[in-house]
T-cell receptor, first 119, second 114 residues
Framework: AQTVTQSQPEMSVQEAETVTLSCTYDTSESNYYLFWYKQPPSRQMILVIR??????QNATENRFSVNFQKAAKSFSLKISDSQLGDTAMYFC????????????????FGTGTRLTIIP | DAGITQSPRYKITETGRQVTLMCHQT?????MFWYRQDLGHGLRLIYYSAAADITDKGEVPDGYVVSRSKTENFPLTLESATRSQTSVYFC?????????????FGPGTRLTVT
């Protein structure tokens, strides 16, 4: 079974600063995907960024980037030039790679980090 | 409107009553999922479905029943609601299996069992 751990329940940072959210996971799978989801006060779950484990290059999406360390099973999210709209809960999630193996398409979530951007 | 919708958005019910939460998606995605979100647990998978008439249990299925007679609908039924089922419920859908397909989430249903 997979586990995902987010050790920072809450974080806060000044607007325009950079913040890093940590995530570690445990799995015996060799191929998998990792995700960061954002949940603002509206409660809507929004995909922020995705990383494929077999790709060595770290994923980036505008101000969001990840530091993926496969050997260490670490997947941190860096938010640069933070904005007030980044205030949200952030969830790290894991899913094994599967083409047709029904029964393996299960996202496992961490418990979340509540990020507050201070004006 | 296109997308994934859930109804109702808010529901209060009494212990022992049957409750059905609806989920509807307009993309014809094969895969659909039900999660519950509780403080300290993140999101946990209740049930999922790979296609019409194909469903399977997730991490926390006890007390829940699902059906999927049509691709676009995936209702979740609490047969006899308990206070421990007070939670926020999210439905999601995905075009492809595994991480190759992004899961799109509905807006959630906040259920309170009194």
């Amino acid at each position: 079974a997979q586990t995902v751990t987010q050790s920072q329940p809450e974080m806060s940072v000044q607007e325009a600063e950079t913040v890093t959210l940590s995530c570690t996971y445990d799995t015996s799978e060799s191929n998998y995907y990792l995700f960061w989801y954002k949940q603002p006060p509206s409660r809507q779950m929004i995909l922020v960024i995705r990383q494929e484990a077999y790709k060595q290059q770290n994923a980036t999406e505008n101000r969001f980037s990840v530091n993926f360390q496969k050997a260490a099973k670490s997947f941190s999210l860096k938010i640069s030039d933070s904005q007030l709209g980044d205030t949200a809960m952030y969830f790290c999630a894991f899913i094994p790679y599967s083409i047709s193996n029904f029964g393996n398409e299960k996202l496992t979530f961490g418990t979340g980090t509540r990020l507050t951007i201070i004006p | 409107d296109a997308g994934i919708t859930q109804s109702p958005r808010y529901k209060i019910t009494e212990t022992g009553r049957q409750v059905t939460l609806m989920c509807h998606q307009t993309w014809s995605h094969s895969y659909m999922f039900w999660y519950r979100q509780d403080l300290g647990h993140g999101l946990r998978l209740i049930y999922y479905s790979a296609a019409a008439d194909i469903t399977d249990k997730g991490e926390v299925p006890d007390g829940y029943v699902v059906s999927r007679s049509k691709t676009e609908n995936f209702p979740l039924t609490l047969e006899s609601a308990t206070r421990s089922q007070t939670s926020v419920y999210f439905c999601a859908s995905s075009e492809r299996s595994g991480g190759a397909g992004e899961q799109y989430f509905g807006p959630g249903t906040r259920l309170t069992v009194t």
